[in-house]
Every structure is written in structure tokens, then in C-alpha cells.
């Protein structure tokens, strides 16, 4: 399976924020979530190896391309959705469409109409009227409609209602039944990516924390559940995290035989992304 984006020894600073060699690859055919909680790096990240502002070292590539070297043919393949739009208000959705497909090689007016009628849009109205939901649909419409081999997505459903999140997760789960396609999510909306996510990458403090499988993450890590009296300034070294009240501990750990073989009796389940997420920034678990 050919890597679809490689980023390697990527550094950027920002005010008192820096990425600190960020380093990941995007696997081709795969869903990939970027997670991590607000102000961890997910979009200076994006913004970096988008060319949209600049890094101070790194290498980026795409489809095996150096992005400084290919920018232009690199970004006729990707379609691109930021939280901030980057449209022009007072024009109708037509309009903007009309400026948007200049752009692209591959354009396809039959695709984005299709778009259209399935997001239930009206390319005569203005882009200040919209929603927010509706301006999610409508940056996933022209995202979609120019035949790009790499979805790049920043916090796509941060504010939307279940009904508009669950029906931009469809699309995005129909969309990589082509083939030779990649997305990549980058959220705090842990669910979104339970539902649809092949592989997760974790950022905090602008560093790369892991990436995994997510089925196989989601099997090396157990929330364990006992008595806090039993825990042992050893045994504490074996979580990411503990919570402790009055009536017991709750933590989160990779070792979880370790765990056992000292309190054979404590009550074990399986996390959740978000349960994984906390407990690799100290969180409660």
C-alpha cells in the first residue's frame, strides 16, 4: 500500500506555539483522523503542509511529489475543506462554484450538481445566508466534484447537528468506495472517527503523541476500574491516567496483563477513541 502524504521533520512556530518535528504518513485507501484536543496543533498542521502558511523546516509530499517543487499539480489532486470556508459572501453559491472550478483541471459540473441536489442546496442563494451546516455541504460539494485522489478535512463537523454529521460521514464513506483515494479528518469529535476512521493520528503540544491501526488501538488500550486502596506507587506507573473519588479508581492503561497479574479483581472495558485521547494528555480517564 503506497503512502498518499508523507510529512517528515515538519517545525513551525507561531506565537508562543510550535510544531516540533511532526512526522506521519496518510496509507493509501484509508480514513485517517487527526485528533487531539483544541490547541494541540491538528490546524497548524494543516495549514502548514497546505502551503498556507509557511514551515520553517520539514519535507511534505504528496503522491510520492515534493509539495514546494509540484504545488500546483499536488493541489489540482486534493480537494481541500477548512472551518473558515474562504468564500466570498455576497456571491450565490453559482458564483462561487463558477470561480472555484477555474481552477481545476478536472472539474466536473455533473458531479457538483449531483452534490447539490443530494446536500439539498440552492446554487442561486448567497453564501452569508447559509448555515453552518449548510456551508460544510457546500465546501464538501466543490471538494468533491474536480475527480481529487485526497480529501484533507479541518474539524468538518464541529458545530453541526447529528442529521448534518451523520449524512457528511456517509458521503465521506461512499466516497472512498472508488478506490485509491485517502481522507484525512481532523477533529476533537472523537465519535465521528469510532464510526468511520481507519487509522488515527495523535498530536498534543505540537508533537506527534502516535499512529495507529484504530481497531488495534482501541484492543491495546483498557479502562480499569477498582478499589484505589490497592494501587501502589508501582502499580500507578502502569496507567496514563487515573481518577480516583471516594468510591474508587477509574484509569486507563496499555499494560493492561501487567495490571491484572498485581490486582487480579479490578473490572476492565474497552475505550473509546476520546477515552485513549485523555488519557495521553494526563485527562481523566
Not at 517545525?11 to 483544541?38: A, H, M, R, W
Request: hydrophobic share 40%; aromatic share 8%.
Amino acid at each position: 500500500m503506497n503512502d498518499i502524504l508523507t510529512v517528515s521533520g515538519l517545525n513551525k512556530s507561531y506565537g508562543d506555539f510550535s510544531l516540533q518535528d511532526v512526522t506521519f504518513s496518510l496509507p493509501e485507501g484509508c480514513i485517517t483522523g487527526f485528533i487531539g484536543v483544541n490547541g494541540a496543533g491538528k490546524t497548524t498542521t494543516l495549514r502548514t503542509i497546505l502551503g498556507l502558511t509557511a514551515k520553517s523546516s520539514g519535507n511534505i509530499r504528496f503522491f510520492g511529489r515534493d509539495f514546494e517543487q509540484n504545488e500546483r499539480q499536488i493541489k489540482d489532486r486534493i480537494g481541500i475543506v477548512l472551518g473558515d470556508g474562504c468564500f466570498y459572501e455576497e456571491l450565490t453559491l453559482s458564483e462561487m462554484k463558477s470561480i472555484i472550478a477555474s481552477a481545476y483541471s478536472s472539474w466536473s459540473e455533473q458531479d457538483f450538481k449531483r452534490y447539490m441536489e443530494l446536500f439539498s442546496l440552492d446554487p442561486k442563494q448567497k453564501i452569508n445566508t447559509l448555515s453552518k451546516g449548510m456551508r460544510m455541504k457546500y465546501a464538501l460539494a466543490l471538494a468533491l466534484s474536480h475527480h481529487a485522489e485526497l480529501l484533507i478535512m479541518d474539524e468538518p463537523t464541529s458545530g453541526l447537528d447529528p442529521l448534518v454529521r451523520s449524512q457528511l460521514l456517509k458521503t465521506l464513506v461512499e466516497y472512498m468506495k472508488n478506490g485509491g483515494k485517502g481522507v484525512f479528518f481532523s477533529t476533537h469529535i472523537t465519535s465521528d472517527l469510532d464510526k468511520i476512521a481507519d487509522t488515527l493520528i495523535m498530536i498534543d503540544n505540537g508533537r506527534i503523541v502516535f499512529q495507529e491501526d484504530k481497531d488495534a488501538l482501541l484492543d491495546t488500550y483498557r479502562i480499569v476500574k477498582g478499589d484505589s486502596r490497592s494501587l501502589t506507587a508501582e502499580i500507578r506507573k502502569l496507567f496514563s491516567a487515573i481518577s480516583e473519588t471516594e468510591f474508587g479508581f477509574t484509569g486507563i492503561t496499555k499494560n493492561v496483563s501487567e495490571v491484572r497479574s498485581y490486582l487480579p479483581d479490578v473490572l476492565t472495558e474497552r475505550p473509546s477513541i476520546e477515552d485513549i485521547m485523555l488519557g495521553n494528555v494526563g485527562g481523566a480517564a
